[in-house]
């Protein structure tokens, strides 16, 4: 039997010349910001990364509060490569976070969000949420001191929201402290609900991506070149993602990801505990809102507003709808600014106080 | 595409020059030592590590009171369940108590007076012989001694 029997077999059965057709003449437009195509396709290749990587964790690993701490502990000093499986693993998740912000804000700041791909935006809103719930459920699963009190933190700030937040509390703790019982739900929600919550977005993303093509900025819409999808830019993408592939196995090599001390709940919180980095922003706010503003108590109405932006992230497409008004233009991208500013600058306090 | 005209296509084609098909090996050789540096790690993280097992020797299988004549009892040894059997003539008999046919365990029959395995019936007798079912070969069969009130087996 030879190939072309094979492949002919395949195509009356499954039509692959169409598809192949179809993948030959997609194409990507060629500008001075083409760069940030590769983004997306960057985030995508480390979440293959965490998929692969977190379902060999989960030969080993044992989700309780008496067996998680030990089970992490054998995977990184028994298990062949287990130390690098489980740094990869972390150090993955915070590359794919950090490269989702970058293709966020490079989608927000050059506007591909126009119509006709407003539901490919607000699905990518929904990824960036469900992978920051992926970041928090996975932090809690060593068991360790720092992901104990940062949970607790985490899911009490849940807790202030008014009326429906001591409800999600003890619906996220599965009681109203956090204990084994958290930690047994953290990863339930960590390996089913959040992939398959994650698999029908990332579908729709995908599939609304290949539907609308890349989109090209206002300015460059009569003058800009082609790449074929198939090599040149795949190729390309490849390139990245050894690149990250490298960068990945350097920095587990060379900062493995700490495993810590095993949580003890009735232990202090040990000193300078700090949330992950992309909480940092939040935390760093919290910390310096005073006690009372205008009666209303201080950490609420933080936690409310960065509610209310989170929720106003959905909306961008409705509100900037023409891409004509340049004053809307204007008040967008300054609006962008301040919050890229605002991330960054608290981020770095954060970090450095 | 019959073999006569691929033949032709493969003339049709200019002689890729040496250059070329080095760069070629290059490049696949590098991309089997990444795939190879990728997947390594991979399957060996994948097979289980070797846990050492207790090499215990002897174990205190029973408190004489725990078994009276013509009854048995499964007992930890090391890692791996063992069979103790006080016989209805007085003698106390010890076994592996893993089924030699497919690692069920095995438990001690007063009626028949037999180590019987439930999962396919495998029948030994109280020597630990195969003598009925499916089992291939006899249960591994362990030193018993009394040490006062304790039962103690001992791996020959």
Redo the contacts between chains.
Sequence with gaps: M?I?SITNWLDERLSIGALRSLAQKKEVPVHRHSIWYYFGGMTLFLFVVQV?TGI?LL??YRPSAENAFESVQFIIT?????W??RSVHSWSANLMIATLFIHLFSVFFLRAYHKPREITWVSGVFLLFIVICFGFSGYLLPWNKLAFFATKVGTEIAGVVPVVGRPALRFLRGGDDVTGATLTRFFGFHVAVLPATATVFLGIHLALVQLHGMHVPKKFEHNHGRMKFIPNFILRDLIGW?LA?GVLAALAAIFPWELGEKADPFAPAPAGIKPEWYFLFMFQTLKWLPAKIAGLDGEVLGIMTFNVIAALLFVVPFVDRDAENRRLHLIFNVIGVIALLFIVVMTIVGYVT | MNPDTRTNANKLRPASPPRRSFLDFLLGTSALATLGAIFYPIFRFMSPPQIVESAENSVVAAKLSEVPPNSGKIFKFGNKPGILVHTAAGEFKAFSAVCTHLECIVQYRDDTKQIWCACHNGQYNLSGQNIGGPPPRPLEEYQVNTRGDDVVVTRA
Excluded: A, H, Q
């Design positions: 030879s072309d692969s060999m030969l080993y028994e298990v062949k490569f287990g690098l499986i050894i592939i």
